[in-house]
């Protein structure tokens, strides 16, 4: 029996962050995903096409200062959302992550995912520059076209 797109998404979650050996990453749950929401209702986007979720996007907003912190690395990931004030005007956004299944790949969901939910933030806060952790050349790449897309300054955390 194959395995349903969500446990594909699971697994490919794990392959590409090995979020159960590195503290210093956000682990997400469900209890992570309502706290991400509380930040902000566009924080988390899926792509599902009726078969379950094809792809995922996370991308946080904060404060200029938690990005710094982080990019110093003086936090950790999961030290910047557990910081991130609720209810706070944000001036920085940090991009997560960005999941696709395979098959998927190659036709602008997870840029479309993105736009949108940044086009959301951007409605309700501030944004003066986007920042990102990338674990991949696919990461690094999706995260400049993104910037260059919506004229922001893009800051990387070095490993």
Same mark, same amino acid.
């Given at each position: 029996?194959?395995?349903?797109?969500?446990?594909?998404?699971?697994?490919?979650?794990?392959?590409?962050?090995?979020?159960?050996?590195?503290?210093?990453?956000?682990?997400?749950? &469900?209890?992570?995903?309502?706290?991400?929401?509380?930040?902000?209702?566009?924080?988390?986007?899926?792509?599902?096409?009726?078969?379950?979720?094809?792809?995922?996007?996370?991308?946080?907003?904060?404060?200029?200062?938690?990005?710094?912190?982080?990019?110093?690395?003086?936090?950790?990931?999961?030290?910047?959302?557990?910081?991130?004030?609720?209810?706070?005007?944000?001036?920085?956004?940090?991009?997560?992550?960005?999941?696709?299944?395979?098959?998927?790949? =190659?036709?602008?969901?997870?840029?479309?995912?993105?736009?949108?939910?940044?086009?959301?933030?951007?409605?309700?806060?501030?944004?003066?520059?986007?920042?990102?952790?990338?674990?991949?050349?696919?990461?690094?790449?999706?995260? &400049?076209?993104?910037?260059?897309?919506?004229?922001?300054?893009?800051?990387? =955390?070095?490993?």
């Amino acid at each position: 029996m194959s395995k349903s797109n969500y446990e594909r998404m699971i697994q490919l979650a794990e392959d590409t962050f090995a979020v159960k050996n590195d503290p210093e990453q956000l682990d997400v749950n &469900e209890e992570v995903i309502e706290h991400l929401q509380k930040i902000h209702q566009a924080t988390v986007s899926e792509y599902d096409d009726g078969n379950g979720p094809a792809a995922w996007i996370i991308m946080i907003p904060t404060t200029q200062e938690l990005m710094s912190q982080f990019l110093l690395k003086n936090i950790s990931e999961k030290e910047l959302v557990e910081r991130t004030p609720l209810h706070h005007t944000y001036e920085a956004v940090y991009l997560c992550s960005a999941m696709v299944l395979e098959e998927y790949r =190659r036709k602008g969901i997870a840029k479309k995912l993105s736009m949108n939910a940044l086009e959301k933030i951007l409605k309700e806060h501030p944004i003066k520059s986007l920042f990102v952790w990338a674990f991949t050349k696919e990461g690094d790449l999706g995260s &400049e076209a993104l910037a260059k897309a919506v004229s922001l300054p893009l800051y990387k =955390r070095q490993e």
